[in-house]
């Protein structure tokens, strides 16, 4: 291998990145992954499972809140640290306490007190990824980007495996609490590698000329025609909705056909993570050499097709070669749709507004996410699994569809100047 792609993956910028994936990746897995299967495992009704999505809802919504994070420093702390590490820094005074305060409940005794926790976690976690997103939009240059992206994602993905593997594999020798109490340290961990290896002179306030905190959305506005807005939006909100539906529903799915929890985590935590890993690479390469309107077309076919694969693990049951099969399908293609999407979304950002507008335009999506796939347990319970999946694949159908007509009539100018 090359020793100057080995420098450049191994520098200190990429290596924060790759750190603050893990942090970002850590909140959601535990919240859409690890909390569904610990629901699940308590007898919770599959329908009420399903509400738990509305928990999510913050990172839909973040971008209300992402101007005041671009526009306000934080007493104190952004005098040595700067201002997006100052910002992760104090978001961590209060997501550990919320995190440890999750694994001290009990399902059964306290289902709408953890819905509150997890929603604060969820606010909480949401807040962190408006800093880490702008924060590695800024740090690299337009040609790093994608190199960015595939770091990011790894970093995420293996947070994925700490809080879904990691904790269910601790579950077997610890109590939940102890198990989140562990997961808190290793996150604090974390943190303080992060504002040790980026240089702070280069990490400070940069968003002081604003005038106001509606001014990114302006920004954004003015720059596109409405047309042209209206169609990133549509296509934002439906390129991943079936991918979303129908990963909702995966883990009580698993559970629910007969799987155990060590069975879920090599296969979903372990073999799925590492597959998404390839497929976020895989998809870096597609952007660089084929371009990220096709890459999107490419991953959206394989993310409709993927959906079939948990049909046929319903039809032949507990058989752990089969689920082999669908994390496989499911989650590469995910990865590969993830790389493109991401890269997507960040050239589509000006770099004087990353947090706000990142926050707005991936905002986008996460409603699917969030409100529209709530109702999915309902759904399983009224035409059962198989339909469920089957209306799962038809709903990324219209992503592919407007992306078609979008690379065809209408391509999008991408702006990436600051």
């Known amino acids: 291998m090359n020793i100057n792609i080995l420098k450049f993956y191994f520098s200190k ?28 495992r308590e007898n919770i009704d599959i329908s009420t499972i399903g509400l738990f999505a509305l928990t999510s809802i913050p990172w839909s919504i973040k971008f209300l809140w992402s101007p005041f994070l671009d526009k306000y420093n934080v007493i104190f702390l952004n005098n040595y640290l700067g201002h997006r590490k ?10 550990i306490p919320s995190l440890l305060f999750l694994g001290y409940l009990e399902p059964n005794e306290d289902l709408l007190i953890i819905a509150i926790i997890a929603l604060l976690i969820s606010f909480l976690s949401a807040s962190q ?24 994602q790894l970093g995420y993905r293996f947070g994925g495996i700490i809080s879904g593997a ?9 109590t939940w609490f102890e ?73 009580p799915f698993y559970v629910k056909i007969g799987f155990s929890n060590l069975e879920i985590a090599n296969a979903s935590k372990i073999f799925g993570v590492v597959m998404t890993v390839l497929g976020v690479f895989f998809g870096g390469y597609l952007v660089k050499t084929k371009g990220i309107l096709n890459a999107l077309i490419y991953s959206g076919f394989l ?29 590469f293609s995910g990865g590969l749709g993830s790389a493109a999407f991401v890269a997507y979304l960040s050239v589509l950002c000006n770099k004087k507004y990353t947090g706000t507008q990142y926050a707005l335009l991936s905002s986008i999506m996460g409603i699917a996410r969030t409100v529209l796939s709530s109702p999915a347990g309902f759904l399983v319970e009224f035409v059962g699994w198989g339909y469920f999946f089957l209306i799962s694949t038809f709903l990324g159908i219209p992503g592919l569809l407007i992306l078609f007509w979008m690379k065809s009539n209408f391509p999008i100018n991408i702006q990436t100047k600051s």
């Open 166 to 174: 990691g904790t269910l594999y601790l579950k077997e020798i610890m």
């Open 129 to 152: 990824d408006i800093v880490i997103d702008a924060f590695r939009i800024e740090m690299l240059d337009e040609k790093s980007q994608g190199a960015g992206v595939a770091m990011t």
């Open 13 to 40: 910028k990429l290596i924060s990145i790759f750190l603050m994936g893990i942090l970002s990746g850590i909140p959601l897995y535990l919240i859409l992954s690890t909390l569904f299967i610990w629901l699940t």
């Open 179 to 251: 198990v989140f109490f562990t997961l808190s340290i290793f996150i604090m961990s974390v943190v303080f590698l992060v504002i040790f290896l980026i240089n702070t002179k280069k990490s400070k306030q940069v968003y002081n000329h604003n005038k106001s905190i509606l001014e990114p959305f302006k920004e954004f506005i003015f720059r596109n025609s409405f047309s042209k807005i209206i169609l990133i939006l549509s296509f934002i909100f439906f390129f991943k909705f079936g991918d979303v539906v129908a990963g909702v529903m995966a883990n």
């Open 86 to 95: 100052s910002w992760l820094l104090l978001i961590q005074f209060f997501l």
């Open 303 to 331: 993310q409709i097709i993927s959906n079939l694969l948990y049909i046929l693990l319903y039809k032949v049951g507990a058989e752990f070669n089969y689920l082999i099969l669908t994390i496989a399908g499911e989650n």
